[in-house]
C-alpha cells in the first residue's frame, strides 16, 4: 500500500511541475485533498 502512495505522491509532483498560472492554484487545491487522502490512508493502512 506504501508504494502506490509513493506512486500517487511521485505523480503529483510531475503534474505540479508542468502546470503554470491560475490553473496551479486550482491544482494546490486538489494536491492538499489528495495528501489528506493519502495520509489517511496510511494511518489506516496494516502491515
Same mark, same amino acid.
Given at each position: 500500500?506504501?508504494?502506490?502512495?509513493?506512486?500517487? $505522491?511521485?505523480?503529483?509532483?510531475?503534474?505540479?511541475?508542468?502546470? @503554470?498560472?491560475?490553473? #496551479?492554484? *486550482?491544482?494546490? $487545491?486538489?494536491?492538499?485533498?489528495?495528501?489528506?487522502?493519502?495520509? @489517511?490512508?496510511?494511518? #489506516?493502512? *496494516?502491515?
Amino acid at each position: 500500500m506504501s508504494s502506490l502512495i509513493l506512486q500517487i $505522491k511521485r505523480s503529483i509532483a510531475a503534474i505540479r511541475n508542468n502546470v @503554470s498560472g491560475e490553473k #496551479k492554484e *486550482v491544482f494546490k $487545491k486538489y494536491i492538499h485533498e489528495v495528501n489528506v487522502i493519502t495520509d @489517511s490512508l496510511k494511518d #489506516k493502512q *496494516v502491515d
